[in-house]
Every structure is written in C-alpha cells, then in structure tokens.
C-alpha cells in the first residue's frame, strides 16, 4: 500500500447512520432468548440454532465491512439510559468485532460436540450467546458509557459460562473472577465519571485538548482505565482469576475467552491509551502528551513484566489448560507491550507497536482457541489434562497432535506460520521504542521479549512433551479415542489459517491491519512504513534462531534441575502476598470493628448496670434509714402518747372517754406504724432481691456479650457460624447515643458556624 | 369548586376515613377489607398522579384547609417533591398491599388481620400528609402517627423479637419526637409562625438575632429526623425492627418509611432555613459524613449477616446514605440523585424484602447458607431477588446505576471526587454481600425446605414481577421519572 493510499485512510471521516452495528449486537441477544425457549420446547434444535444464530452474527459483522470502507458506521439511541446508547463502526471496531464473531462461530460448532453431555445444556447456550452479544457491544459501541454497560454485562454473563460445571472450585474461580471483574469495572466507572464530567463527553475520538483544558490530570485518570481494562486483559499483578478460571471453564469458553473477552480488554485500552488520550490535531505538542508519553513507558514495562510473569507460571503448571491460561497471560503481555510502544512513541513512530499489538491479537486469537480445542478434544475422552498422569496422546490421537504442533509454531514465531509475523513486528516496535524513545532501559526491554519468546517455547515444548509424549496410563489404553469429525474439521481449519497467514503475511497487514489505523492520530509517513515493513530479511530471521537456541538451552537447564515439576511454595504467588492479605485484611476490619463496637457497647452496658445496680443499692439503704427514722418517729409517738396519757389520766378524769378514744387511734397508728414497718422492710428485701437479680441478669448478659465478642474475634466462625446480633439491645444506651450526636452536633454547630 | 380540587387532602383523608372504617368491616363485611384497602390506596394513587399531572403542566400550587388563609389555616404544598413523593409512596404502598394480602395470613393470627389495614392505611396517610405539609406543626403531628402506626405494624406479629424491637423503634422515635418538637417550639419562639413559607421569610431577620435558637433547632431536627430516618449511627433501632416485622411491614418500612423523613429533611432545609445559613454552619458537612459513615459502615455490617431479612436491613441503613449524601452535596445532580435514589430505593428494597418474605413464605428458612438452588425451585422470587441485588450494586441497565450516575456526577460538580470514590467502593461492598447470594441461589444444589418450597400465590408473584419490572424500565428509561426529579432538585436548589 502506498503512501498516498495509507494518506487517504487516515482521512476518511464520512459517516454513515446504520442500523448494522445494532442489529449485530442485538441479534445474538435475540437469538439466545430463543435458544431457551428451544430448550424448554424442542430440546433438539437448540445446539442447531445456537450454531445458526452464531453464523448469522458473523454474516450480520461482515456485512459491515462494506460500510467501514467509506467511512464509520454510527447510531445513536438518545432516550435510553439517560445518556444515550451510541453505536460506531470503525475499521478497528469492525476487525475486533469480526475476529469475535468468527471465533464464537467456530467456538458454537465445537460446543455442540463438546458440550453433549454436560448437565444443563440450555443455559450454556444462553450465556453464550448473549456474550457474544455484549462482547460485540464492547467493540461496537461509540462512546464510553456504552461500552461501558456491554463491559459489566460481558463479566456477568461469561461468570455463567466459567463456572458451568459447578464445582467447588469452579464456584471459587469464578468468585474471584468476578469480584475483579465488578472492582475493574467500578475503576472503569470512576475514570469515566472524571472523563464526563471534565469534558462532557464520552466519545470515543482524540480529546487530549479539552481533558488538559478541563484540569483533569491524566496521570489519575488513565491508571482508572488501565486497571478497568487490565483486569479483563490478564494485565499482571491483575491476572490472578485467568488460570483458575481456564482451569474451571469448559473448553469451548476458554476458546472463546482467550480470543474474545481478553481482547475486549486489549480493544478498550488501545481506544484509551492511543485515541481518546490524543490531541485532536495530530502529532500537535499539546501540554498533555509527554505524561500520555510517560504512561506509555510504563506500559512497556508492564508488557514486559506480564510477559515474563505468564511464562514463567506456565512453566511451573502441570494442567494442559492452566498452562494454556498462563500461556494467554504471556501473550496479552506482548500485546500490551505493543500499545505501549504506541503510546510512547505516539504520532512519530507510534504506528508499528499498534500494528504488531493488533497483529499479535489476530493471530493469538487463531492458536489460542485452536489449541484450547485440542486439549478439549483430548479431555474429552480421559476427562484430565494432567499432563504428569496423561501422557502418550501423539498415538491415540495422531491428528491432534499434528495440528498442535502447527499451532506450536505458530505460537513459538517460527519463520513460515502467523506468529513470526506479529512478533517481528513487535520486536521492531521495541527496537524502534529504544531507538526513537531515547530510553537507554528498553534495551534491556528488548532482551527480555528474545527470553519470553524462548520460554515460549519452553513451556509448550513442555505441554507437548508431556501430553503426547511418553506412555500412557493403563486406564487410557482402554479408551477409545474418536475424535468427532466437528472437532476434526475444526482443527484442520484453525491450522490452515495458522499457515495461511504465516505464508501471506501482507494480506492480513495491509487489509485488515493497517486500515484499522485510520482514525487514529499516527503520522501517515510511519503508517506506509509500516506496511512496507519487510519481515524476510536477515535481522528478523536470525531472532527465531537466537530464541530457539535460547529455548532450547533453556529447556536443558529446567529439565536438568527438574524445574518443570518443581512446585513453589505457595507464599510465592502474588495472590499470596497481595490479595490474600488484602481480603484477610478487610474483612478482619470488618469483624474487629463490630467486635470492637460490640466490646464498647458491652462496657458501656456494664457500667451503666453497675450505676443502677449501685442506685439499687444506695435507694435501700435510704429506705432502711426511712425505715429507721419511722420506727424511731415511731417510738417518740408512742412516748408522747404515754406521757399525753398520763397527763390525761392524771389531770382529768372528765376526759376519759375521749382518752380512751385517743387510746384506740394510737393503738392504730401504732398497728398502722407497724404494719408500714413491714411493708417497708419487705419492699426493701425485694429491692434487695432485685437488685441481685439485676446483678445476675447483668452477668449473664456480660457473659453472652463477652461470648459473643469471642466469637466475632474468630473471624471465619464469625462469617459463617451464627447469625451476627451486632444490634445493641439495650436502650440505655441507644438513648445516650443519641444525647451523645445531639451533644456532638450542637457543639459543632454552634463551634463552627461563623455568622456574617 | 370540582371534587379533584381537593384531591390534596383527600389523599389522606380518604386513607384515613378508611382506616377508621376497617375494623368494622373486619367485623361485619369480612371480605370486603381487602378491596376496600386497596381500593382507597388506589384513589390516593390517581388523586397523587393527578395532582403530578397538575403540577408538572402549570407549575407548583397551594391547598388551603377550609380555605382558611395560612397564617392561621394549615396549608398544604403541592410541589415537585410533595407529588414525586406521594406518588413514589402511593405505587410502591399499593404493590406492597397487594402482596400482603396474602403473605399476612401466614404471618398473622386473624383477628388481628383487620388492624393491620388499620394500621396500614394510617401509615400511608401520614406519610402522604407529611410530605404535603406546608406547616410544621402539621408535620409533627404525622411525624407520630406515622411513628405509632409504624410500631403497631411491627408488633402485630406477636413474637418476642417483634414487640422488643417496637418497643426499641416507640422509645428511640419518641424520643425524636421530643427532639423535632422542641425545634419546632424553637423556630416558633423566635419567628412566630408554623408555616414553612412564614418561617422561612422570618429566619432571615431574627438569624441575627437569635442565632443559638436556630442552631439548636437545626442540631434538634437533625438527631430527630435522623433517628427516625436511621442515619448512621441513629440507626440502632433499625436493624431489628425491619428484620423482625412481618415481610410487607419490613418492604414498606424499609421502602418508604424512612425516606419519608428525608423528605421533611429535605424540605426544611433547603425550603425553611436560609441558604446563607447554610452556608454558614457546617450542617451539610456534617450530614455528608454520617452519610459516608452509613454508607461503608452499613455495608460492613451487612456483610456478616447470615439472616437474609437482616442483611437487608443493614443494606437499607447504607441506602439512606446515598440518598443524605444527596442531599449534603448541594449540587444540582447530586440532590437529582439523591431524590432519584428515594424512589428507585423505595422499588429495589421493598422489592428484595417481598421477595425474601416469598422466600420465606415458601421455604419457612431465612438463613442465607440455607438458600441454596433456591433459583431453580422458586425461580421468580430469585430473580426479583438478583434483580434487586444488581440494582444495589449498581449494574447498568437497572435503575440503582441511574441514581450512582448523578451522585457521582454531583459529587464532582462540587469538587469532591472523594465521595464519588465512596460511591464506587460501597458499590463493590455491596456486591460482596449480594452477589454470593444470587451465586448459590443459581449454582447451588437445592436441600430440605428449599428443593420442595410452598406454591405461591399469585398476588405475590404478580407484585414482585411488576417491582421487578419497574427496576428494569427506570433503568433503562430513567426519563420517565426524572422529569419530575430534575425539576424538584431544580425548584429546591432555587434555579427554576
């Protein structure tokens, strides 16, 4: 392609309303809600028209390719969800969503052999479908809020497909896939919610001015993005749900996780990172491009690190599938590395990183799903991928093993197959970032990628060596090992498409590759280089051979120090340094804070106890000393009436009558005294009693507070032992609560009110 | 001088009327309390949705009892938030209703069936009046009814656990009854006047003044609405009450109830104190951070619960939160999404709590480890349960991602990025506690009670389909309601 060609694709900007985007992304979601109704009515038909459904979506994706040609493809639904749901189709959205597309359609046909009998068929399908539906939303839709919502229903609806068997290990992995599924997409939420409201737009297109201009700080907004992306990515340190949840997932998912939802992650962080973060006038000096620069340095790294951190756990796995998993961790990290080198070497010479990540990201989706088909196939019969117990597959299922081997080098960069290609063009991509980006430590960056390449290498020679080589267990002898022809055909076609574009290179480049650069802001000089780039000549053929010499050094070494069965202590992991702690770490706060709350409470209720208990107390002695004072009242009383008596009798005879009736009402007063004597002395007995009482409620309640704040002290016997009571019962100390805000909220109120 | 003229106070005189009605018909005309119930819930709903028409096409207006002018008269006000709240509260009371005619007479011995209408409708008309009230005093006056009518609706389930936690709920609000009364008697002392239009003209002038006066009244409203709205950390009485209480009590306590005192929050302070008085005292600083305090705090406690009506309610204590964080940020998105979250909290909880209840009703268990494969058994209350639960988180495409929208958006509007953060983690808290219970639900194996649950009838799962519904289309269609919304956050913040 030439350089005016390359020119005239970077101006295209017609846009076309269609419908096309919309109904691809509908369709599958249509068409699962008839897959469950064939489930529930004509349980035959279903895996027939889940397979109808998937080609009639990729027919639906490829009838857009005429449209991107001219220009992109839009529509805009401005009533729902308040913001409005924006479709768009550029190249770049077209090529993602063909690539889904095609592997979903080829990922159906193998589940309908696959999946034959696995319990709960129906809902599989379902969720199958309507993730193809949300994974097409993702890459087609035309602003963040849209893909945003496809986002969130793509983790929800592939959580389903992970955890299909419904295992307690699958439930595990599919747990913590997706809590970080749900934390990427509250970061994705928060940068969006600072993209919004800074630039009031969230429009997939070069906005670098006004974010500057709106005082948003890209190095707070686009790590938010990062993350959210990175976690679906299998970015390190955020990959720790990929292995489980390969390990779990049937294979068909893995095939269409591996080609699909991982590459959801790379599409959002390419559309980030090299279009919505640049300036609007291309290659213009705008204030925000050298952090944009730096974060794409870091990118590199990252890359690097992710790389490197996938290999060397795929060499420690001994399951088929979880090295697979680590393998894809490995591979997004080449690709990461790419959108790196684009971002750091922006409009200048940004264009070859972008073309080798997307390049990478075809082609690993081709030998991923082809090699996770494989280890399915084989699954199939012996139902382990073990590959210290299943071995010696090479003689049972010799096509397979055929077909792996392609993909092998396919994935390993061997000269003639597809991944030469794509980590040729990365390797120039790192080489250009040392040569053009004045960073004298990406030269060390580059000796990295040549060691990841071997380890590549390593590892699947270790998966091959392992599953296909050697003797097989008895138990397998016996099997039959049929490969259905479905799964037959399958592979042959993956492994013609391996070859195919390991042997035409330039088709893929210049048709599909570089036209996805249009849109974006890379000098139109650097997009024809790049489309010239020459991947036969001497510099780049002699890289495979270092790596394979490198390999298989290696390999020796590893082998020699039983490094392949070595198992790492588990402390090794980064889940076990980092996330473990975390989780422990908060849900301990959770737990010590109600035990804490519930200590104080449990204080503040003792104490308020021994204050009444005390009252209880100081009220009988009160009433004793009552009691003492009538008695004495009442002892005076019966003097005066003696003396008052005497005095009667002996003064006047005349009063006798009414003497003796004095007489009378002083024996009643008297009986009257005594008798409140006794009453009193009971009702002090019974206040004593009570108080007792109360002393002993008190401690029995002590007791089951103390118990219960043991109890919340142990924190799993805590979460799942007994139903919490962290209430407070007691009303005391409610209402002191509330005298205590109303104190709290006078004394700031009229502290802190400053009056004009 | 038409019948719909006085639809203001009908909507509350006719519940009332009704209400009064009910146990004699509970004597004489059994089978007629049911309808009669719904069908005067029914004519507040029209008279609600009329009054909203009215309001939304010629603006805002003023109901005079006995056409006596307001100095003396009461009056009521018929604005954007009096008709969103009456209608939020008429929809989601007459839904919950419908369902509690059946779910009471498992829950509910029945000579006691007729009180509980009583009860019910008494509850309903002194939410509406407080909402429509344009008079303080007025207001205190529903403040206790709507508090003893809520107590009676707790302790009609007569166990332990329910007459202790209404004792706990008559005590604590009465004591917050004593709170707003003094403030009352406060701003009545230094302005002279009851009705919020007077009061509100007068604070200025005697703000000067009397300042204590009017901060201690502001310090009063804040404890007292506050302990009946279970702000955090108010809100000890909550917990048991709403886990205690029969299912369509819980739904419609939870719901609506305490939202109902935000709303009079809401009204006194941006309708009867100043705005430089506001300005001046840090009162909404003070209401954010009780409502960041509710909002993780809430959240922790909930995710240690294991009885699924409990867990509920301490979600519901976090809820609150988002709706005061509305309120305290003073912008105009936040205080949309703040009243935003009113209603869409009044659909999602009374929904999961109905849905809990049909759980319950059906399985007899209210343990959460026990739920297990309580999806495929009972498939429509689970999935108004996870529909429910992805609201609380905050999914797009259900209505509790609208509400985060603009409170997040809000929170940025002021400059405070911090709360929108707040936002973002208390959602992934929520999803920590809600998620693992849809998760087992779907994948779990059914056991016990659980894999052989009770028929339920049709008026349960009708209301939880229709609840259900309503999550879906606001969240997706969230115009329909936030016309209304935008105008009252609008006329509220003083810009329309």
């Known amino acids: ?756 | 001088m038409s019948i719909v003229n006085h639809f203001p106070v009908l909507a509350v005189v006719v519940l009332l009327l009704f209400a009064y009605l009910m146990p004699l018909l509970m004597r004489w005309r059994k089978e007629w309390c049911v309808p009669a119930t719904l069908g005067a819930i029914g004519f507040s709903l029209i008279a609600s949705l009329y009054m909203m028409w009215q309001v939304m096409t010629t603006g805002p207006f003023m109901y005079q009892m006995g056409s006596w002018a307001p100095p003396w008269g009461i009056e009521f006000s018929i604005d954007y938030l009096a008709v969103f709240a009456t209608m939020t509260i008429t929809i989601v009371g007459l839904i919950v209703i419908y369902y509690g005619t059946q779910d009471l007479l498992h829950e509910l011995k029945e000579q006691v069936m007729g009180w509980y209408y009583t009860l019910y409708l008494l509850l309903m008309a002194s939410m509406i009046g407080m909402v429509l009230t344009n008079d303080l005093f007025n207001m205190f006056v529903f403040v206790e009814i709507c508090a003893i009518a809520s107590c009676g609706i707790i302790s009609i389930k007569e166990s332990r656990e329910c007459i202790e936690a209404a004792f706990k709920y008559l005590v604590l609000s009465a004591v917050g009854s004593g709170c707003l009364l003094l403030a009352i008697a406060m701003i009545y002392m230094v302005t002279g006047h009851l009705n919020f239009t007077y009061v509100a003209q007068a604070l200025p002038q005697v703000m000067d003044l009397y300042p204590l006066n009017i901060l201690v009244s502001l310090a009063l409203f804040l404890v007292g609405l506050g302990v009946k709205a279970a702000l955090f950390p108010l809100h000890v009485w909550l917990p048991d009450a709403h886990s205690s209480a029969p299912s369509p009590s819980s739904a419609v306590l939870s719901g609506l109830v305490i939202k109902v005192y935000a709303i009079a929050m809401i009204k006194l302070l941006y309708k009867v104190y100043p705005p430089e008085l506001l300005g001046m005292a840090p009162i909404m600083n003070m209401i954010l951070w009780m409502a960041t305090l509710a909002i993780i705090i809430g959240s922790m406690f909930a995710i240690v619960q294991d009885d699924i009506k409990k867990m509920l309610a301490y979600s519901s204590i976090a809820q609150i939160g988002y709706v005061f964080l509305g309120v305290g940020l003073m912008s105009e998105s936040a205080l949309q999404g703040g009243i935003l979250h009113i209603f869409n909290h009044a659909i999602m909880k009374s929904m999961l709590f109905l849905s809990a209840g049909a759980i319950i009703y059906a399985t007899g268990t209210r343990k959460l480890s026990d739920l297990k494969g309580i999806g495929i058994t009972l498939p429509v209350p689970t999935i108004a349960f996870s529909l429910g639960a992805f609201a609380m988180v905050g999914i797009p495409i259900t209505n509790g991602f609208i509400s985060k929208w603009y409170l997040a958006l809000g929170s940025l509007d002021v400059g405070r990025p911090f709360f929108a953060a707040v936002i973002l983690v208390s959602s992934l808290l929520n999803g920590i506690y809600y998620l693992p219970i849809v998760v087992n639900a779907f994948f779990g194996e059914p056991e016990g009670a659980v894999a052989e649950p009770r028929p339920l009838p049709r008026q349960m799962v009708v209301s939880l389909i229709l609840l259900g519904s309503g999550v879906i289309l606001f969240g997706v269609f969230p115009s329909l309601i936030l016309g209304v919304v935008s105008k009252a956050a609008q006329s509220l913040l003083g810009l329309l």
């Open chain 1, 1 to 756: 392609m030439s350089f005016a060609a390359a020119q005239e694709i970077n101006a295209t900007t017609e846009t076309i309303t269609s419908l096309l985007p919309v109904v691809a992304v509908l369709f599958p979601l249509a068409g699962s809600v008839l897959v469950l109704l064939a489930g529930l009515y004509a349980e035959k038909f279903r895996s027939a028209l889940a397979v109808l459904t998937a080609l009639v979506t990729f027919g639906l994706v490829l009838a857009i390719y005429p449209l991107v040609q001219h220009g992109t493809v839009i529509y805009h639904f401005a009533d729902v969800m308040e913001y409005g749901l924006f479709f768009r189709a550029d190249f770049l959205s077209f090529l993602f969503a063909a690539l889904f597309a095609g592997s979903w359609l080829l990922a159906t046909i193998y589940a309908t052999v696959y999946m034959k009998k696995e319990a709960s068929q129906t809902r599989f399908y379902v969720f199958l479908l309507s993730t193809l539906g949300h994974c097409l939303g993702v890459v087609l839709s035309g602003d963040l809020f849209s893909l945003f919502l496809f986002f969130e229903l793509m983790t929800f609806s592939s959580y389903v497909l992970v955890i299909h068997r419904q295992t307690e290990q699958a439930i595990r992995a599919g747990t913590i896939m997706i809590y970080m599924g749900v934390a990427g997409g509250l970061s994705l939420l928060m940068g969006i919610f600072m993209l919004y409201w800074g630039v009031g737009t969230l429009e997939l297109a070069p906005l670098l001015e006004e974010i500057m201009a709106a005082g948003i700080n890209p190095l707070v907004v686009i790590p938010l993005f990062i993350v959210g992306f990175g976690i679906k990515m299998g970015m390190a340190p955020l990959h720790i749900w990929l292995p489980r949840a390969y390990e779990e997932a049937p294979s068909p998912v893995n095939a269409i996780s591996s080609a699909a939802m991982l590459k959801a992650g790379a599409y959002g962080m390419i559309r980030i990172l090299t279009m919505v973060f640049t300036p609007a006038t291309p290659g213009a000096a705008v204030a925000g491009v050298e952090i944009v620069k730096y974060i794409g340095f870091a990118i590199i790294w990252v890359g690097i690190i992710t790389m490197l951190l996938g290999a060397t756990l795929a060499i420690l796995q001994n399951n088929a599938k979880r090295i697979l998993g680590c393998s894809s961790i490995s591979q997004m990290g080449y690709i990461l590395m790419g959108i790196g080198v684009a971002t750091f070497l922006g409009y200048e010479k940004g264009a070859m990183g972008f073309a080798g990540s997307l390049y990478h990201i075809i082609n690993h989706s081709v030998f991923k799903a082809a090699l996770f088909m494989m280890v399915g196939a084989i699954y199939l019969t012996t139902l382990n991928v073990d590959i210290t117990k299943v071995r010696g597959m090479f003689k049972k299922v010799p096509l397979v093993a055929v077909t792996f081997l392609i993909a092998y080098a396919g994935i390993g960069g061997i000269p003639g197959l597809n991944g030469y290609v794509s980590k040729t063009i990365l390797h120039h991509a790192i080489v250009d970032a040392h040569k053009y980006g004045h960073a004298q430590s990406l030269l060390f960056a580059e000796k990295l990628f040549v060691l990841a390449s071997a380890m590549t290498l390593v590892y699947f020679a270790k998966l091959f060596e392992g599953l296909f080589l050697g003797r097989t267990r008895p138990e397998d002898d016996e099997k039959s090992f049929k490969v259905s022809w479905v799964i037959k055909s399958l592979l042959i076609l993956y492994s013609g498409i391996i070859l195919a574009i390991g042997v035409f290179p330039e088709f893929v480049l210049n048709r599909l590759v570089i036209p996805a650069a249009a849109g974006f802001s890379f000098d139109p000089k650097n997009v024809a280089y790049v489309a010239h780039v020459n991947v036969w000549a001497w510099q780049d053929l002699k890289e495979p051979l270092i790596v394979f010499i490198l390999a298989a050094v290696l390999y020796l070494i590893l082998d020699h120090a039983r490094a392949f069965t070595w198992k790492p202590p588990e402390w090794l992991s980064v889940e076990f340094m980092f996330y473990l702690p975390l989780t422990r770490f908060f849900f301990q706060t959770c737990c010590r804070f109600g035990a804490s709350f519930d200590t104080a409470i449990n204080q503040t209720y003792m104490k308020s106890g021994k204050v009444a208990s005390a009252m209880c107390t100081y009220i009988t002695s009160f009433d004793s000393s009552i009691n003492d004072a009538y008695e004495k009242s009442g002892s005076v009383a019966r003097k005066i009436v003696n003396q008052t008596e005497r005095f009667d009798s002996s003064i006047n005879d005349a009063y006798e009558k009414s003497g003796s009736v004095a007489r009378n009402f002083v024996n009643q007063t008297e009986r009257f005294d005594d008798a409140l004597n006794d009453a009193y002395e009971k009702s002090g007995r019974t206040a004593k009693r009570l108080v007792n009482k109360t002393a002993e409620l008190d401690g029995a309640l002590d007791d089951a507070y103390e118990q219960s704040g043991y109890r919340s002290r142990s924190l799993w016997d805590r979460m799942r032992g007994r139903p919490s009571d962290w209430n407070i019962k007691n009303l005391n100390f409610d209402s002191l609560l509330m005298a205590l805000m109303l104190g709290l909220f006078l004394f700031i109120l009229i502290y802190y009110t400053k009056f004009a």
